[in-house]
């Protein structure tokens, strides 16, 4: 077990977990998860999506997609600087510049673009957009199991090329790597991530996540990201408190995450079924995106046998 001391750790429970089912995160629940991140000596917690125009969440979207700057007040109360830094996503392909206030009048320090290679001009702008704000950036490249080695590198090429971002994320999608395959995948980051930190995300499709997480810090990923009892849309993500205890780092202490993993996340077992399932294994095995595998898990499920012949005409498509 690598036992770094450079690495840092972005939970992202509220954001990825929030997928699963935003609408079961109230704000004194993301708070409770806020102190406990902070307390437990964490890096980063991610809080939600800034996909909106500023204002409230619409149209029956958890108050997560938009996380405005009342709703972070709300979590974070009065903290004091040089604790957890606070993270928002924004996707490239679901979003403009210019949706973020002023870094000094905002309680967030990272802001992190989600885009495929496809959209990787848009996610340029998003870039530039939020580091002329005064934050802290970083582009995290989607599906790269789905993507060739040439493909990110021209995608690295012209992030690296038209922006200042300071973290390159290396993120798999559709839970499809195992450890073997981020060997070639990790050299096409480094060669870009000389004055840049690489960050590394999992999903648990086929029970790899936390197997992935270790691996990638071995090939020199200095940030990784984690949710508590793995929680996050479909299998889920590398586990918190699991990083955490096999880290054995004096910078973090367990027990605030173990408290709050019983008290905030543990109940929501009863209602959202996160973690390995049948379907998403079949579907990462064909390097699919989970989204079908969902579907079928929403409407019972019972003949995963049928659902694996299906796959033979799934449309591949991000959704």
Not at 43 to 62: L, M, Q, V
Not at 167 to 187: C, E, F, N, R, T
Not at 255 to 266: M, Q, W
Not at 302 to 317: H, I
């Amino acid at each position: 077990m690598p036992k770094p001391t450079t690495i840092s750790i972005l939970d992202c429970t509220l954001r990825d977990g929030g997928l699963a089912g935003g609408s079961l995160f109230t704000r004194e629940a993301a708070g409770c998860l806020y102190r406990a991140v902070c307390d437990a000596g964490l890096e980063y917690i991610e809080i939600g999506y800034r996909n909106c125009d500023g204002g409230p969440a619409k149209d029956g979207r958890s108050w997560l997609q938009c996380c405005t700057e009342d709703d972070l007040a709300a979590i974070t109360g009065n903290r004091s600087p040089g604790g957890t830094k606070i993270a928002v996503m924004q996707d490239a392909h679901k979003t403009a510049p210019g949706r973020l206030s002023p870094a000094d009048r905002s309680a967030v320090d990272l802001v992190r673009i989600a885009a495929y290679c496809e959209d990787i001009d848009a996610g340029v702008r998003l870039v530039n957009s939020a580091a002329a704000a005064g934050y802290e950036t970083s582009i995290n490249l989607m599906a790269v199991s789905r993507e060739t080695p040439e493909s990110l590198d021209r995608a690295l090429q012209i992030v690296c090329r038209e922006t200042d971002v300071d973290i390159l994320y290396l993120v798999d999608s559709y839970g499809a790597l195992l450890p073997g395959d981020l060997k070639p995948l990790a050299a096409v980051f480094s060669a870009y991530t000389e004055n840049r930190r690489f960050g590394m995300h999992f999903h648990n499709s086929r029970q790899t996540a936390f197997a992935n997480t270790i691996a990638g810090i071995g090939l020199g990923a200095d940030i990784v990201d984690t949710t508590l009892l793995g929680i996050g849309r479909g299998a889920g993500n590398c586990p918190t408190e699991l990083l955490v205890d096999c880290l054995a780092s004096p910078r973090y202490r367990l027990e605030p995450l173990l408290t709050a993993a019983d008290t905030c996340i543990h109940p929501l077992r009863e209602i959202l079924h996160w973690g390995y399932q049948i379907p998403y294994m079949l579907a990462a095995g064909r390097n699919l995106h989970p989204g079908e595998a969902i579907r079928c898990l929403q409407q019972g499920c019972r003949d995963t046998g049928a659902f694996y012949r299906s796959l033979d005409t799934t449309d591949r498509t991000r959704s």
